[in-house]
């Protein structure tokens, strides 16, 4: 298996694709935010691209691994703008409280 190096750093981006015990998630009891599962089945999905592009040089895995890197940075983001709205308006996560746009409040301040 060939080992990428970044630039400068001598750090290895990429060395394998197996998951191993230590990158497991634990799923004991706690059910999971649709977000995280979201990230989760979008990253997984990205696994076969990798393996073609770095261990194969197969140049159109490589233009897919950038389209879904581009996906996963979008998606990144509206993660973000959510934690930050949620984080704003004091709700909950889950929807309870506060949504994305606080419509949900109707209260009133005398």
């Given at each position: 298996?060939?080992?990428?190096?970044?630039?400068?750093?001598?750090?290895?981006?990429?060395?394998?694709?197996?998951?191993?015990?230590?990158?497991?998630?634990?799923?004991?009891?706690?059910?999971?935010?649709?977000?995280?599962?979201?990230?989760?089945?979008?990253?997984?999905?990205?696994?076969?691209?990798?393996?073609?592009?770095?261990?194969?040089?197969?140049?159109?895995?490589g233009?897919?691994?950038?389209n879904?890197?581009?996906e996963?940075?979008?998606?990144?983001?509206?993660?973000?703008?959510?934690?930050?709205?949620?984080?704003?308006?004091?709700?909950?996560?889950?929807?309870?409280?506060?949504?994305?746009?606080?419509?949900?409040?109707?209260?009133?301040?005398?």
């Amino acid at each position: 298996m060939r080992t990428v190096r970044g630039i400068g750093d001598g750090t290895p981006l990429m060395e394998t694709n197996e998951t191993s015990e230590e990158t497991t998630t634990d799923t004991s009891g706690a059910k999971a935010p649709a977000r995280y599962t979201e990230l989760q089945a979008l990253v997984a999905g990205m696994a076969a691209d990798f393996e073609k592009f770095y261990n194969q040089n197969n140049k159109a895995a490589g233009t897919r691994v950038r389209n879904a890197m581009q996906e996963l940075k979008t998606f990144a983001q509206t993660v973000r703008n959510e934690v930050s709205s949620i984080k704003n308006s004091g709700g909950k996560a889950g929807g309870e409280g506060g949504g994305e746009d606080g419509a949900e409040s109707t209260e009133s301040t005398d």
